[in-house]
């Protein structure tokens, strides 16, 4: 396995089956030109099979931290480490920009995330409900 930082939206376009969706080029060249978005992709034996892609957050009174926005790995490529071996990726990329720290959103009966999390070492913070404001594009 091999764990690239995707640095073109060529990259994102040969790994969209990773997405919820078709990697739109706008999109991700706006993804990749902003400052502390990252996206990174596992390749076996040259096919993509897993990504994580992470936000910095930084804040007055905090300084700056990780957010794990998304991990997923193919279904042919599950329990093989990939999704350990992104999260941690990540979580060393961080640690490299000064990152205080790293969080992530997950459901609670995502048994397969949470799993993942934990044995990349996350520690569970406790309850997290979350709120949205869908805008159309």
Known sequence: MDIRRARTPAELTA??????????????????AAPGHLLLIAYVDGVPAGMVSGVE????????????????VDEGYRRRGIGRA???????????RGCYGM?????????????????????????FTMRGWPFTP
């Open 15 to 32: 790994a969209e089956s990773l997405f919820d969706g078709p990697a739109r080029e706008e999109w991700s060249e706006r993804f990749l």
């Open 57 to 72: 957050m930084t804040h007055p009174d905090k300084g700056t931290e990780m957010c794990l926005y998304e991990l997923s």
């Open 86 to 96: 992104l999260t941690l990726a990540l979580a060393d990329e961080a640690k490299a």
């Open 103 to 127: 969080w992530v959103g997950v459901d609670t009966d995502n048994e397969p995330a949470l799993a993942t999390y934990t044995s990349a070492g996350a520690r569970d913070e406790g309850v």
